[in-house]
């Protein structure tokens, strides 16, 4: 099949849990002897990486149009360069899937969770991601859902069935630590965040709690935002010398942090399933989690949750649990992710939603 993927920044991933999907997903199927194209926004040097074909086209960077900017060049380009299926990311280009199935193309989108919900967003915005969520209903051949959470409520708001396939991780602890060590921070002796740093992802309720407990670990936030700036500068307002700020931290690195914490915090309360959460549990991290249907969906009994009036308190367990009840969380977590998230499932998934489709 020629399959053609957008609606990401693109691959190597190197900003979010779209962009690692994009990555896990196109190679894995090009692994398979099918033909990928993924159309990208961030510029590299090779127009091919692990065996799928990269495709650059402009975009207008700003807060609000780059993705929907993006997609549609990109959608004007697959529709002369032809494809078997696409694959859209991201409800907000919905509207956009319905344009290669005027010429005989199916689509599929990816609709991710409820971004409408997301601070960062203003009046205007948030309204079409509303009225995108209800074209999704309508112009995509199928819709893809990645927790059960979001499948229910486009089933319950808008009457559409869609197709549940959840995120993927890989499974075990990377040996190396050597990108820990530069980074600062000492295997074993720090509780790690990852997200990118905006209101709803909670990095600052997660340093306020953590300054109140008394330990010797360092707390590790990382990640970063294009449209962030005075959040991310109230984030970094601390003079507690054990919180540092490594910055974004991608490839080895990112595999490094999770595999060589202390303990793991996912404090995102908006969207669907949270990729870090996943890879976290799969590296067999000691994983705290916010109280979400999402977050819950994927961690279970594998993880210990809080609510955020707890968090100090659930924080200051973790620094003080014994090695052998970490082990214990971490062993239940990789377990977990093993049995449900592995990426060759999801890419079994997505290739018989792909064949269905150009059978039809």
């Keep these: 099949m020629r399959i053609a993927l957008l609606g990401t ?3 190597p991933a190197s900003y979010g ?25 961030e510029r590299h040097t090779s127009r091919q990486y ?20 993006h997609t549609a060049i990109s959608t004007a380009d697959l529709l002369i360069r032809r494809f078997d299926v696409v694959l859209y990311c991201n409800a907000a280009n919905a509207i956009l899937t319905v344009c290669p199935r005027l010429l005989g193309m199916p ?9 409408r919900h997301r601070k960062k967003w203003n009046r205007i915005a948030k309204t079409w991601y509303l009225v995108s969520e209800w074209l999704a209903t309508w112009c995509p051949s199928v819709v893809v859902t990645d927790a059960q959470a979001i499948r229910e409520y486009y089933l319950e708001r808008y009457g559409k069935h869609s197709t549940f ?8 602890k990377v040996a190396e630590t050597d990108r820990v060590y530069e980074l600062g921070l000492e295997p074993g002796n720090y509780i790690l965040y990852v997200s990118r ?3 709803e992802n909670n990095a600052l309720l997660v340093r306020r709690a953590f300054e109140q407990i008394s330990t010797d670990l360092k707390l590790a936030i990382v990640g970063d935002a294009p449209y962030a700036a005075d959040y991310i500068r109230e984030v970094r307002d601390t003079a507690d010398a054990r919180v540092v700020f490594p910055g974004a931290v991608y490839s080895q690195g990112y595999k490094q942090l999770q595999s060589h914490c202390h303990a793991y915090v996912q404090a995102t309360e908006v969207g669907g399933t949270h990729p870090a959460l996943i890879e ?10 916010l109280n979400t249907p999402e977050n819950r969906e994927v961690a ?11 968090l100090c308190e659930k924080l200051q367990w973790a620094a003080n649990v014994s090695p052998q009840e970490r082990d214990l969380w971490g062993r239940r977590a990789m377990d977990r992710v093993q049995k449900l998230y592995s990426w060759n499932r999801v890419a079994d998934s997505y290739e018989q939603v792909f064949r269905s489709l150009i059978r039809v």
Excluded at 17 to 41: I, K, M, N, P, Q
Excluded at 58 to 63: E, G, L, M, N, Q
Excluded at 300 to 310: L, Q
Aim: net charge negative; hydrophobic share 40%.
């Design 50 to 69: 692990r065996g799928v074909r990269l495709r650059y086209l402009p975009t207008i960077r700003h807060k609000y149009f780059d993705t929907i900017v």
């Design 17 to 41: 849990g779209f962009e690692t999907f994009a990555e896990e997903l196109s190679a894995r199927l090009a692994e398979r002897g099918h033909d990928l194209t993924v159309y990208c926004r």
């Design 300 to 310: 279970h009994h594998a993880a210990v949750s809080f609510e955020k009036h707890e």
């Design 9 to 11: 920044r693109g691959i």
């Design 280 to 289: 976290a549990m799969g590296r067999g991290a000691l994983v705290l989690y």
């Design 107 to 115: 689509t599929a989108l990816n609709v991710d969770g409820l971004e």
């Design 197 to 199: 740093l905006e209101p």
């Design 165 to 172: 396939i959840p995120y993927g991780a890989e499974i075990g």
